[in-house]
């Protein structure tokens, strides 16, 4: 069984340009959750994903968005980049009705 | 609002001594805690969690947890300490349940483990 998966590896980018990170879930976990790990921090909540829709925000500027599909697979989307936006994004997964989120690897960005 | 003190941001022991990971938390209604890991370069792995049940939670690779809520405390031990054991430990609150709610972590503590 598979585990989080979340692609690209690494990435670098220059300040202003867009991003897309992606993730794929355990099977039969139905929730995305995004976090932003800067370096040296503990994780930070960006927002999480339920039935295709946003059920909840961390506080996090509208440049970043997101994406949650049929098969429950999500993309987080970063706009404008900043060089604040360098960082770990953790994506984790959780099945329905469960209180446990299960992390991918992370992706890690850069921005020049 | 929740948040979570993680007192220690580098704790390091010998091989075979005892671990003691510190975590304070803040919350106005009963929360849910976890422990989790980061090895380098990596994501994190729940080592273990507390969900209102005994207040002595036991995780994976030795390690356990005791909830106090007159300290609102909830700290990480190992009686022994091993060579694979360092890596960061992350502490997390949720109100919710980590299904319907974030995850609120602290800053984290580097364990460094000495032969």
């Known amino acids: 069984d598979a585990g989080v998966t979340q692609s690209p590896t690494h990435l670098i980018k220059t300040r202003g340009q867009q991003v897309t990170l992606r993730c794929s879930p355990k099977s039969g976990h139905d929730t995305v959750s995004w976090y932003q790990q800067a370096l040296g921090q503990g994780p930070q909540f960006i927002f999480q994903?339920?039935?295709?829709?946003?059920?909840q925000r961390g506080n996090f500027p509208d440049r970043f968005s997101g994406h949650q599909f049929p098969n429950y697979s999500s993309e987080l989307n970063v706009n404008a980049l900043l060089l604040g936006d360098s960082a770990l994004y953790l994506c984790?997964?959780?099945?329905?009705?469960?209180?446990?989120?299960?992390f991918g690897p992370g992706t890690r960005l850069t921005v020049l | 609002a929740q948040s979570v003190t993680q007192l220690g941001s580098h704790v390091s022991v010998s091989e075979g001594a005892l671990v003691l990971l510190r975590c304070n938390y803040s919350s106005s209604v009963p929360p849910y805690l976890f422990w989790y890991v980061q090895y380098p370069n990596q994501g994190l792995q729940l080592l273990l969690k507390?969900?209102?049940?005994?207040?002595l939670v036991k995780g994976i690779n030795g390690f356990e947890a005791e909830f106090k809520k007159s300290e609102t405390s909830f700290h990480l031990t190992k009686p022994s300490a091993h060579m694979s054991d360092a890596a960061e430990y992350f502490c997390a609150v949720s109100v919710y349940g980590g299904s319907q709610g974030n995850l609120i972590f602290g800053k984290g503590t580097k364990l460094s483990v000495k032969p």
């Open positions: 994903y339920y039935e295709e829709e946003e059920r």
């Open positions: 984790a997964s959780t099945p329905r009705e469960y209180n446990e989120q299960f």
């Open positions: 507390y969900t209102s049940a005994a207040t």
